[in-house]
């Protein structure tokens, strides 16, 4: 399906332009993809039973009979054998019709700007020529707006591409890494009981050894994600295990941690461990936000809005610059000035959305709010 792009407030106003040129009480802008659907639909009292999102096949969609050529009038849709037949005139209370062709400045046809009424009306030639007018001017909107955003759905392509050579890359890398590894980590830990001289070195080869294990596990969450074993658990029971678990580390940082619950949380289905991992991400990425400062602090707030699972991860740190909040997230972006791998929070988003979560993000010179949702079990 192609990608609609366009400023809805435009489109409004030029809805409630074109109510005062035609006398129909019911203007809406439909578009053309693989069926017909309402972007947007004015109506005033007594209209037609169009509105926002309406959808129908083409071929049961009067708009359907629009072309690029000229507007499209139907004074009496009962009376006119093209519409006569149509579900969508009693359906939606359509009695008469004026649609006109909304085609861009590179000759496609994006949908129409119609006027429709319960009633049968008779359009005069300077409404007609007022709506056709009033279709240009946001065909010419529609184009301008899309021209702008193309290089946004080109980052994103980019962004894709990336991670299916990242898919690849784990593949490759699980498959010919991972198993000689764990031999390797065998006649290692064998060598060093061998020898008692190289002991004060075993720790450091072992750690590093799990560390590329550790490395290639985050590159498949990324790419190739675990299906999450869900249960019905509660979030503030996973959130408080996560806070005790980091608070020694958040003291290295000089970081105080807080929990606040907002009323009465109700359960959610999440796979319990893949949910830990998250928020041991977060919280990590939260405590060293302030490892410049001399004390800092990281609070959490849980509450339940409308369906949803709501946790504010709040720190005082010096926030992200806005000229990159838009990477953080994306695979190998990392702000910890080649400390980190940029994995993290690319993890973060895999788990979250694969629980039909959401993540968000919000900085200013006076912190980072990250904000997970989760859907409740009602």
């Known amino acids: 399906m192609e990608e609609r792009n366009i400023n809805e407030k435009a489109v409004w106003d030029v809805l409630q332009m074109a109510s005062e040129v035609v006398g129909s009480r ?27 999102g309406l959808t129908l096949p083409l071929e049961l969609a009067v708009c359907n009979l629009v072309t690029c050529d000229e507007p499209l009038v139907i004074p009496n849709t009962k009376r006119d054998v093209r519409t006569s037949n149509l579900a969508i005139i009693d359906g939606a209370r359509v009695g008469s019709y004026l649609g006109t062709p909304i085609v861009l400045e590179d000759g496609r046809m994006f949908g129409t700007l119609c006027a429709v009424d319960p009633d049968p009306y008779q359009f005069s030639e300077s409404e007609i020529q007022g709506l056709n007018r009033l279709a240009s001017i946001l065909s010419h909107i529609i184009y301008k707006n899309q021209a702008a955003v193309l290089p ?43 020898n008692e001289q190289a002991e004060p070195f075993q720790k450091i080869v072992l750690d590093e050894l799990d560390r590329m294990n550790e490395l290639i596990n985050n590159f498949l969450l990324v790419t190739q994600p675990t299906a999450p074993k869900k249960e019905i658990v509660s979030i503030v029971e996973v959130i408080h295990d996560t806070v005790a678990f980091l608070k020694s580390e958040a003291a290295l940082y000089n970081v105080e941690m807080n929990v606040r619950i907002e009323g009465a949380i109700p359960l959610v289905s999440i796979d319990p461990a893949q949910m830990r991992q998250v928020f041991m991400n977060l919280l990590k990425n939260a405590i060293e936000a302030m490892e410049k400062k001399k004390r800092g602090e990281v609070n959490l707030i849980i509450k339940e809005w409308e369906d949803w699972a709501l946790i504010d991860i709040q720190d005082t740190g010096s926030g992200i610059p806005l000229s990159i909040i838009n990477k953080v997230g994306n695979p190998f972006f990392s702000t910890k000035d080649g400390t980190g791998m940029g994995l993290g929070l690319s993890i973060c988003k895999t788990i979250i959305n694969e629980h039909n979560g959401k993540l968000a993000i919000e900085s200013d010179e006076n912190g980072t709010v990250v904000t997970v949702k989760l859907p409740l079990t009602l």
């Open 152 to 194: 946004k759905i080109e980052e994103k392509i980019l962004q894709l591409d990336k991670l299916a050579l990242v898919g690849q890359l784990a593949a490759g890398l699980a498959h010919e890494i991972r198993n000689p590894m764990q031999s390797v980590r065998g006649f290692i830990q064998f060598l060093f009981n061998e």
């Open 26 to 52: 019911t203007l809406f802008v439909g578009i053309f993809d693989e069926q017909f659907s309402v972007m947007k639909a004015f109506n005033k009292e007594g209209g037609s039973l169009v509105e926002d």
